[in-house]
């Protein structure tokens, strides 16, 4: 007789809101012992910390001298550089070994800056179960030889699994204090996965399709039997928390791109508010920018597009009015038009190793409106990209409103 499994989950990345995701779903595989194994791998960029005289875990035998990330984690239960001050469980195992922390995972989060995500993938590519399956909480796109990628999508082909994505109005910071907020989840579980083929509503399972409509030829390996089914149900146990509350939808391009393109439009706030105007100025731009989301995918994305997700879920107008209004891409533009130095400077003299994905978003979404030749189309998105390479002044976006 085959015994019975276990899900094993793995955290790829922890920044901010990596290590803020390790947290919380490693209360919930605490929580949950008939479906998960109880500890949590995060795995960890290494770098050296030097803990400051005033840190509760400052040690003198250690001193002034660099120590490493994972050992503070592992030691003080603490990501004392990019989650100071919040008690992680001790459950959460940092791991500075990619293949390592990945092996044997049925369940990996991918929850890191969007740029790192393809040498990542490289890097685990064979090394991973083939039945593995993934939840991307990172907000961005790829861009490569023309083509658009949702990185949900893009981490799903590399890797030949299935890959579902979170997101949603969520500040790392605020969660972790456990201070409630919702998400949203798409996912939309591969047939294979299902028993004989039905749901667990009862309704048959359709074939599977990608965000375009297409089907899907990449065989998935299915998740052997003598693990728990993993489906919405379990996917809601592994991320809800008393302070998170989640949604799970099947949306995975609204999803996906309300949390990419709404970094651009956090920018562009922050550049407005950074210039002196307030808040009815913002949200010109906020409408502006939703208006030009849903643009992008109607335009991109026409056969599959669920425009209410943009409206309904947490991941459209929610994210949207958080991030202009609350979070680092809004903050730190802000202050960069008040310093009147460039946002890339701030990026790296004011974050300590965090990144700003409005950045290189507005980049890639650019450059690939310009190699398609309508980016006259997205005059908003246009505008930010100007502002970035310094071409275009903050003053020039009242003229984007002007008939
Ligand atoms: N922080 C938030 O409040 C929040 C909330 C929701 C979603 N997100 C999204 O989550 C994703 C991850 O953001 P974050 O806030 O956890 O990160 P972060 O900006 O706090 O930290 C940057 C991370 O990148 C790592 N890193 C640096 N160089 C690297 C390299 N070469 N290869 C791999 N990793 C490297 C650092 O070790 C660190 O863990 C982003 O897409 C972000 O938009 C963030
Ligand atoms: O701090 P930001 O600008 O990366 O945004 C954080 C979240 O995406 C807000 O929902």
Redesign the pocket.
Known sequence: MIEAAKHKVTVIGSGN?GTTVAKLVAENTRDHPDIFEKDVQMWVYEENVILAKDSPHYDAAVGDAPQKLTSVINTHHENVKYLPKIALPTNVVANPSLVDAVKNSTILIFNLPHEFIGNICKQIKGHILPYARGISCI?GVTVTDDKIELICEFIGEALEIYCGALS?????NEIANEMWCETTIAYNTPPCDLVNGTARNGAAVEEHRDSRGQVITTQLTPIPKNYPTLDHDEFHKLFNRPYFTVAMVSDVVGVSLG?AL??IV?LACGFVEGHGWNMTAKTAVMRRGMLETIQFAREFYPETIQEKTFWEESAGWG?MI??CTS????RYSKMAVERGVSIQEIERTELNGQK???ISTSREVSSFLRARGVEDKYPLFKLVDGILDQKVNVEDVPKLFRK
Not at 168 to 172: D, H, K, S, T, V
Not at 327 to 330: C, D, E, G, K
């Open positions: 809101w907000k949603g109005a969520n500040i790392a949390g709404k970094n956090a994210d958080v991030s979070a680092r891409n809004w700003l994905q409005g």
